[in-house]
């Protein structure tokens, strides 16, 4: 079955640029989301279909996705982007998820 | 407000059932697609099942984790999606969540704030 993964950890100095990385086989034949998950909270969709945001993500919030790398890009990174960040593709009718990646904000 | 309500989340004993409700408010359940997303205390999110809009079928899918033991409807009538669940197993225990399908049914827009099952004796 298909398999995604991510790094358990990243670490971004405040106002820097962050990206969290999401490995598959041929991931890039795929649509990856992006979800942002802060403590107590639901996840929050950030990047749907690779490289789109919905309303209200800001725009320092980017995805790019080929080969077998699909990246979720945070620039100027805030303490408030601190969370644990998913991403997710469709694999025939179901959905995986990537173990999740914890941002820390410097 | 565009929202969903989880509730029916309690502690179960192992083998026992349980029917967890998705109240949908300012949009219909009928014309989009939601799904059962699940988080074990400390992990990462697991997808469970989904069922599609009567647009594009109805049709139901599940994870293998819980095929053949939840069951996923909709009560247009309510604007709620259930999860029923039986034969729980202390691995269901988990923080569930319902959510809507935007341009994807599988990219989701819209969660519920999420009930929680517990499976323990």
């Known amino acids: 079955s298909y398999e995604v993964t991510q790094p358990l950890s990243v670490s971004v100095a405040l106002g820097q640029t962050a990206t969290i990385t999401c490995g598959g086989k041929?991931?890039?034949?795929?649509?990856v989301q992006w979800y942002q998950q802060k403590p107590g909270q639901a996840p929050v969709l950030v990047i749907y279909?690779?490289?789109n945001r919905p309303s209200g993500i800001p725009e320092r919030f980017s995805g790019s996705n080929s080969g077998n790398t699909a990246t979720l890009t945070v620039s100027r990174a805030q303490a408030g982007d601190e969370a644990d960040y998913y991403c997710?593709?469709?694999?025939?009718?179901?959905?995986?998820f990537g173990g999740g990646t914890k941002l820390t904000v410097l | 407000e565009v929202q969903l309500v989880n509730s029916g989340g309690d502690l179960v004993q192992p083998g026992g059932s349980l029917r967890l409700s998705c109240e949908a408010s300012?949009?219909?359940?009928?014309?989009?697609?939601i799904s059962w997303v699940r988080q074990a205390p400390g992990k990462g999110l697991e997808w469970v099942s989904v069922?599609?809009?009567?647009?594009?079928?109805?049709?139901?899918y599940y994870a293998d984790s819980v095929k053949g033991r939840f069951t996923i409807s909709r009560d247009n009538s309510r604007n709620t999606v259930h999860l029923q669940m039986k034969s729980l197993r202390v691995e269901d225990t988990a923080l569930y969540f319902c959510?809507?399908?935007?341009?994807?049914?599988?990219?989701?827009?819209?969660w519920g704030q999420g009930t929680r099952v517990t499976v323990s004796s």
């Open positions: 959510a809507r399908g935007t341009v994807l049914w599988f990219a989701w827009d819209i």
């Open positions: 300012a949009f219909n359940v009928s014309n989009n697609f």
């Open positions: 069922i599609y809009s009567d647009g594009s079928g109805g049709n139901t």
């Open positions: 041929n991931i890039g034949s795929k649509n």
């Open positions: 279909r690779d490289t």
């Open positions: 997710q593709v469709r694999d025939s009718n179901t959905v995986l």
